[in-house]
């Protein structure tokens, strides 16, 4: 399924669109990293949370928990979520 | 993840005076690693340490918190990084910059049973290389605090000893409300320079705890220690301690010097019990601050930059007046070192990792300050002139010598 990846992100992407496969939002992040490898930590703290400015939405709506079910038509969006200076 | 740095090969040169003798003493070229909210910079000097080259910014963007050159080959670097967004990670340099490539495993917390809160990085604050013989070895101290060893030259980590799962070490650690503004932190991982197994850490808070078994088991060392006044609180309960910096004489592994959160102190072992030296700074200056920097190789020769502690602790310079304190007899005179620095109206302070000491003799000073500015004397602290201004915020300075 597509991923839209953040600016933030885009160094280890290299690009703002990226494919990725799995079953849940989880697996989804965990075939995320197996191609680039560190970003799920960035995103994903040690204790499987979904770090503080980091948002991700499944077809437009805030998904809040990683063992959300994901069809491989689904859109995933990652997004960071911090303003100040 | 590979970096590739944003470089500027500028010069820039400092004002102030050189001795001959520190052009002719002078062997290797000095690099200042400078850390801060914004992006990290190198700047290396030439052999008088005149003029210095920029290259950065490094991670534009991102917190890193500290800097180092690993010792002992002199090119290694380790850089601890987070940005508001992204969760932490350690960067690793084997040629001195040019490159990065992200730690494969940066410093967590193992994972909590179902159930149970577990928790997680901030950032890693503090980053310390094992000793001359332990090639590959690094430990790191994170906010919220836990400690961290590497022995692939920080490309994966591991939680190390047991600090991190201790109840009564958790305890003294207490929550956020407990710890800096920007969260608790383990810092001044120091390892003894002949023994492996010997270490000492610094909690703020929890006080100062060493092992002697390779970190099995921790021993407080908190004794003559003070606690802030008029609160009833119990000097014996680490939890009350907030040391701000530990530093170990490299000349004297014996004597270790703090800068506390309560004033100046000096510890020479096999004593446990803490000496406050700083009753002998100025009344109006106190001997409040963050940074401690000991002489490479004079164990009674350290330098200080005291803040204003006073009232809601506002964390500047002492009347505006910034200024640097050393003791060339390990705490019983002070001496005000400020020529060149602003003689009024300089409200900015310098924190616990951002002022070093170079190698060199004589002995080369640097600080970097909340504001932005790096400073340096090449001749330990007499005269001072700035290297670079507009920076980010400074959090942490190391001088190294470049292989």
């Given amino acids: ?75 995933v969006i990652i997004v960071q979520a911090l303003s100040g200076g | 993840m590979a970096v590739k740095p944003n470089k500027q090969k500028l010069a820039t040169r400092a004002q102030g005076s050189t001795s001959r003798g520190a052009r002719a003493r002078q062997r290797s070229p000095v690099v200042v690693l400078v850390a801060t909210r914004k992006g990290a910079w190198l700047y290396h000097g030439d052999a ?50 040019k490159t990065w490539k992200e730690a494969a495993k940066p410093p967590a917390f193992a994972k909590a049973p179902d159930g149970e809160q577990g928790r997680s990085v901030d950032h890693t604050f503090w980053l310390a290389p094992g000793r001359a013989a332990d090639t590959g070895v690094w430990y790191a101290g994170t906010s919220p605090q836990g400690l961290f060893r590497s022995s692939d030259g920080g490309a994966t980590w591991e939680p190390f000893s047991t600090v991190n799962d201790d109840p009564q070490l958790r305890e003294w650690m207490g929550t956020a409300q407990d710890g800096t503004p920007d969260g608790p932190k383990l810092h001044s991982v120091i390892v003894d320079p002949r023994d492996s197994s010997h270490f000492y850490i610094a909690m703020s808070g929890g006080g100062v705890h060493e092992s002697v078994d390779g970190g099995r088991t921790w021993k407080t060392l908190i004794k003559g220690l003070e606690v802030p ?98 003791t060339r007899n390990g705490g019983k005179s002070w001496q005000r070192l400020d020529a060149g620095l602003p003689a009024k109206q300089a409200w900015w302070t310098v924190k616990r990792q951002a002022m070093t000491a170079d190698a060199v003799d004589p002995v080369g000073l640097y600080f970097g300050t909340t504001s932005g500015e790096l400073w340096m004397s090449r001749d330990e602290g007499r005269r001072w002139a700035p290297i670079a201004q507009h920076l980010p915020e400074i959090y942490a300075v190391e001088a190294a010598t470049v292989s």
């Fill in chain 1, 1 to 75: 399924m597509k991923v839209l990846i953040p600016s933030a992100l885009r160094s280890y992407t290299d690009k703002s669109e990226a494919e990725a496969q799995g079953a849940t939002l989880a697996a989804v992040l965990a075939n995320l990293d197996s191609q680039y490898p560190g970003i799920r930590f960035r995103m994903i703290d040690e204790q499987d949370r979904i770090r503080r400015h980091i948002r991700i939405f499944v077809n437009g709506d805030q998904a809040r928990d990683l063992s959300q079910p994901l069809a491989a038509a689904d859109e």
């Fill in chain 2, 48 to 97: 008088a340490r005149k003029s210095w080259r920029i290259d950065g910014p490094h991670f534009l963007g991102h917190v890193v918190s500290h800097l180092v050159l690993d010792p002992r080959d002199g090119r290694t670097l380790l850089a601890a990084a987070k940005t508001g967004h992204l969760g932490p990670t350690v960067f690793r340099s084997t040629d001195l910059g």
């Fill in chain 2, 229 to 326: 006044e008029g609160f009833g609180f119990d000097a014996s309960k680490p939890t009350f301690h907030d040391p701000h910096c530990i530093r170990l004489c490299p000349s004297n592994p014996d004597r270790l010097y703090q800068q506390n959160h309560c004033g100046i102190y000096r510890l020479d072992r096999p004593s446990d019990t803490w000496v406050r030296i700083g009753k002998n700074m100025p009344k109006r200056v106190g001997d409040i601050g963050f940074p401690m920097v000991v002489h490479p190789r004079d164990a009674d020769a350290v330098w200080v930059f005291p803040m204003d502690g006073t009232s809601v602790w506002p964390r500047t310079s002492p009347d505006g007046r910034p200024a640097v304190y050393a």
